[in-house]
């Protein structure tokens, strides 16, 4: 044991001494993560949207200043454009007209009408959004004028300074949305990035890293003069493995802390089993550090072992949902990506990040991944020859 460990020890020295290692272990990841967290929509949560709203006030009178009042939402996000401006104003994705004579209407006890104009094109559960916040707003509204209306004498008209008067009314009853059981969702933001961005890169270095420098080792000798020391072939064999795989659970460690430091800062999406998703990458890990030695045993030029280190992990990638939720994709495309360690590590971390199990609900991935980390490993003893 003491030989595979020195032998393991010795590699992570070597990797992390390295700049252009660090880079890819610990840099790039965070930066793409970043990247394409915020380029797939963030954090948003279906439960917490937001809809865009554009208001164009044509009355400007005391019934439209109450309107404009309770519309005021964390769920609206209002955009006030100037009535001489509607015609040329762009990006209207859907607008509130008020109208013309609206509070003299509304005061006067005579209907009045608002239109609400939305482009074919935009989003449904947005527009009914607004639209529910609109008729909310409207009946606020009315409530007022009721209010008001009970301190006038019988047959006096309602008043602006008795309107303003009136006192806004707290809402008595509250609705909190949120998800019943098993979110139904497809990943995306932070919560697709940074699971698949730290599977492919936990890859990527161990397919190009790992088998480059077990390819160097085979070029240049050092694993022939290794084998005249008393560590015997087995050893030797172990200690490269397991020293590919402290260098993943290096890399996987420093990553979720960054992930945790980015949620308590940020609130990026990490779930709320962080040590559970930190597990999963750790069996990873395992899986796929002995392949970066398999690959190596089959080149004696570093450069190629490197280069087909690449592009096997963008094959596997991409198959494996790193780059896009396997939810989108057509089922028998989600069937193939079960023939790769990264589809099965992306179900076991969408399932303690987006649907919050625990590593009994993710324990059949967890399995899988241990079989492909023993036939990986059983790859790597039967390609590495040092004689």
Known sequence: MRTIAAIALHDLRLVLSDRSAVMWLFLMPVVFATFFGVVMGGDASPTDARAALTVI????????????????????VLRFVDPSAKETTPDKIRTLLIPSGLSTAVLGGEQATLLLEKDPGTSVDAALMAQARIVA?????????????????????????????????????????????????????????????????????????????????????????????????????????????????????????VAVVGNLVFGVTIGDQPVVTWIVLLIYAVAVAPLGVAFGARFTDPDRAASTGVIATIIMAAFGGCWWPLEVVSKPLQTLSLAFPTGWAMRALHGTISFGRGLDGILVPLIVLAVFGAAFSWLAVRSLRIT
């Open 137 to 257: 707003s409207i009946t606020a509204v009315l409530g007022r004028l009721v209010v008001a209306g009970e301190k006038l004498e019988p047959g006096a008209p309602m008043t602006p300074e008795l309107l303003a008067a009136s006192p806004k009314t707290e809402d008595l009853v509250l609705i909190e949305s949120r998800f019943a059981g098993e979110a139904r969702i497809v990943p995306d933001g932070f919560a697709q990035s940074i699971p698949g961005n730290a599977v492919m890169f936990v890859m990527l270095v161990a397919l190009t890293y790992g088998a480059a420098s077990v390819a160097g080792e085979r070029e240049g000798g050092q694993l022939r003069r290794l084998a005249t020391t008393p560590a015997s072939t087995s050893e030797i064999i172990a200690g490269k493995i397991v020293g590919r795989v402290a260098v993943a659970w290096a890399q996987v460690t420093v990553l979720m802390v």
């Open 57 to 76: 006030d044509e009355d400007g009178g005391p019934v439209a200043r109450l309107l404009l009042e309770e519309l005021e939402s964390e769920r609206l």
